[in-house]
T-cell receptor, first 113, second 113 residues
C-alpha cells in the first residue's frame, strides 16, 4: 500500500523568507510523487511531479521538490514566499500509470507581511 | 480552455434527502474521477471512469451512492439517502488519459443537517 505523511499541519512564514513543506512517503515500488496546491474555493492545481527522472523537480511559481529515496522524502521548497502562496498544499503518491492518487492530509501555509 | 465545471457549488440538505452533483470534464478528456474531501483531510477517490466504464469503484459506498457517465462526457454523482457523515466537498477531476495529469474542478460543498 502507498501512503504519504505530511509532517506539519500548519506552516507560518513571513513574506520573502524561505518555505519548507515536509512530506515522507511509503511505497512498495518506485513511486510517482506530486505536490498539489488548493486555494480557497478553487480547484486543486498541480505544482510539480516526480516520475523517476531527475530527482530535483522544478514546478510552477518558483516551487521545487527533491526526491530522496534514502530518506523516503519529497519536501517542497521555495526560496522566497509571496503573499499569494498562502494556501493548502497536498503531497500525493501514485502508482505507475497514475491510476490512483493517494493524498496526504495537507499543510496549510500561512504567509504574513 | 474551460476547466472542469461542477455544479452546484454549495448544497445544504436535511438527512435522508437525496442529492446529486454534476460534473463536466475538460473537452476531450477520457478519464473522469470523483473524490470526496472531508474537512481537514486530503481527497479520497470514490470512482474512476474511462469513457463510459467505471473501472475503479472500490471506494464508492454502493448502498447509498451511485454514479453515471452517459456518453462518456458529463457525469453525475448521487447520494440517496444522505447521512450526516456525508458532509464533505465532492471533487471531480478529469485527465486526457489515465496516465496524464488530473485537472480538478472547484468542488461541491455538501452540508447535511
Amino acid at each position: 500500500a502507498q501512503s504519504v505523511t505530511q509532517l506539519d499541519s500548519h506552516v507560518s512564514v513571513s513574506e520573502g523568507t524561505p518555505v519548507l513543506l515536509r512530506c515522507n512517503y511509503s511505497s512498495s515500488y518506485s513511486p510517482s510523487l506530486f505536490w498539489y496546491v488548493q486555494h480557497p474555493n478553487k480547484g486543486l492545481q498541480l505544482l510539480l511531479k516526480y516520475t523517476s527522472a531527475a530527482t530535483l523537480v522544478k514546478g510552477i511559481n518558483g516551487f521545487e521538490a527533491e526526491f530522496k529515496k534514502s530518506e523516503t522524502s519529497f519536501h517542497l521548497t521555495k526560496p522566497s514566499a509571496h503573499m499569494s502562496d498562502a494556501a493548502e498544499y497536498f503531497c500525493v503518491v501514485s502508482n505507475t500509470g497514475f491510476q490512483k492518487l493517494v493524498f496526504g492530509t495537507g499543510t496549510r501555509l500561512l504567509v504574513s507581511p | 480552455e474551460a476547466g472542469v465545471v461542477q455544479s452546484p457549488r454549495y448544497k445544504i440538505i436535511e438527512k435522508k434527502q437525496p442529492v446529486a452533483f454534476w460534473c463536466n470534464p475538460i473537452s476531450g478528456h477520457n478519464t473522469l474521477y470523483w473524490y470526496r474531501q472531508n474537512l481537514g483531510q486530503g481527497p479520497e477517490l470514490l470512482i474512476r471512469y474511462e469513457n463510459e466504464e467505471a473501472v475503479d469503484d472500490s471506494q464508492l459506498p454502493k448502498d447509498r451512492f451511485s454514479a453515471e457517465r452517459l456518453k462518456g462526457v458529463d457525469s453525475t454523482l448521487k447520494i440517496q439517502p444522505a447521512e450526516l457523515g456525508d458532509s464533505a466537498v465532492y471533487l471531480c477531476a478529469s485527465s486526457l488519459e489515465r496516465v496524464h495529469e488530473q485537472y480538478f474542478g472547484p468542488g461541491t460543498r455538501l452540508t447535511v443537517t
